[in-house]
């Protein structure tokens, strides 16, 4: 099987649909649906009429199935049966893995794919790629612009209506914290839960201070940890950890917070850094995804605040380094040089926003670097 997880409206649906061509399309959210799901895997398969051979084998697609308590048997069940009729593909916007409590196991019988907001790669192809990084694809700056004001969900970046932006927003918090987080966490502290979410994006970028945290929303430091893995799993928010290896007194606990709809930062800064640190997730999600390797995101910082935003490693060895400013004619950040000495990263890239797109593989330098956002940002997924 595969399962496709994501946030909410961030194309899941529609994306299955498409790549599927023949298929038999059934949701939880529709009720007819709902009293055939619950009824168990025989149910669904008459629903679908797998009995009749056909020339293709046709691919069911399940969406929202998480939100059914007994989804994992369900699943098992039909896959052992009716594998070799369809083929199957799952869709969730909660985190699918969050949920695997209890219950019979699907391990290795599916695969997990991640999928994300679009981005500056994306606008310009959808290929697959071969390799983790690509040639270089000049994208207009007024793209990355409408990006970062827009986000990067589909619906309200291909309007770019300001007006639609602000209702399509309104409207996605109130599902995400009116039915998601109420119906898939059994929280009913949903008013705090959201005074915890305006603080998180008000802190992008910063060190995640949990006892601070806990003091402005008025709640128990355990609580903050615990609400804030519940909206990691609803993809509200992630956190990126410190790396620690070979570097001398590092911080080893305090991770980096992001949200996955950039657009929600109000700091112009923090906007910038939010949205590379997503294309970052993006490209190692997606790089591990598709077998690539093994892939991860970090932040650096010592006691000495020393820092650098970004480390991607690979196998488990750093890769390259990523500094993130708005202007291109700052000085090249110190601590790059410093933190790919001590690391052994091959690349250090001080990435600017107004600095003109370079027709340049980026990867083929070694020293520390000023380069375009345009230009590192298109190389990635």
């Avoid at 946030?7 to 009293?35: E, F, I, L, N």
Wanted: hydrophobic share 40%; proline share 5%; charged share 25%.
């Amino acid at each position: 099987m595969v399962m496709l997880t994501g946030p909410r409206q961030v194309g899941k649906t529609t994306t299955a649909r498409a790549a599927a061509g023949d298929h038999r399309y059934m949701t939880w959210d529709r009720q007819s649906d709902r009293m055939a799901l619950t009824k168990g895997a025989d149910a669904v398969a008459r629903l679908l009429d797998l009995a009749t051979v056909t020339a293709v084998r046709p691919t069911v697609i399940f969406d929202e199935l998480h939100k059914y308590a007994k989804w994992k048997g369900l699943l098992k069940g039909f896959f052992d049966v009716y594998g070799d009729q369809a083929r199957i593909l799952v869709t969730g916007s909660a985190r699918l893995g969050f949920f695997r409590r209890g219950g019979d196991s699907l391990m290795g019988r599916y695969f997990l794919y991640r999928m994300h907001p679009l981005s500056v790669a994306e606008l310009g192809r959808s290929d697959v790629p071969a390799a983790e990084v690509r040639p270089p694809l000049e994208t207009r700056p007024e793209a990355l612009e409408q990006l970062l004001a827009m986000g990067g969900f589909p619906e309200p970046f291909t309007r770019d209506s300001p007006r639609f932006y602000n209702r399509w927003r309104r409207l996605r918090a109130e599902q995400l914290f009116r039915e998601d987080l109420r119906d898939l966490t059994h929280t009913h502290e949903v008013g705090q839960v959201e005074v915890l979410a305006e603080l998180l994006a008000r802190q992008v970028g910063q060190l995640a201070n949990y006892s601070s945290l806990a003091a402005d929303a008025n709640i128990a430091v355990d609580t903050v940890r615990r609400w804030i893995a519940t909206l990691e799993s609803l993809f509200y928010c992630y956190r990126v950890r410190p790396w620690f290896r070979n570097v001398p007194k590092s911080l080893r606990k305090q991770p980096k917070v992001f949200l996955w709809d950039w657009s929600l930062v109000a700091d112009a800064g923090a906007r910038r850094e939010n949205l590379v640190a997503s294309h970052l997730l993006k490209a190692v999600h997606g790089w591990t995804d598709l077998g690539l390797g093994d892939y991860d995101l970090f932040h650096l910082r010592d006691k000495t605040k020393r820092e650098v935003d970004f480390l991607v490693t690979r196998a488990g060895k750093p890769w390259f380094l990523a500094e993130v400013k708005s202007a291109g004619k700052r000085d090249l950040n110190p601590n790059l040089e410093y933190f790919q000495r001590m690391t052994g990263a091959r690349h250090a890239f001080q990435v600017a926003f107004d600095l003109p797109y370079a027709d340049v593989d980026l990867f083929s330098r070694t020293t520390p670097c000023r380069v375009p956002a345009l230009t590192f940002l298109s190389q990635l997924l």
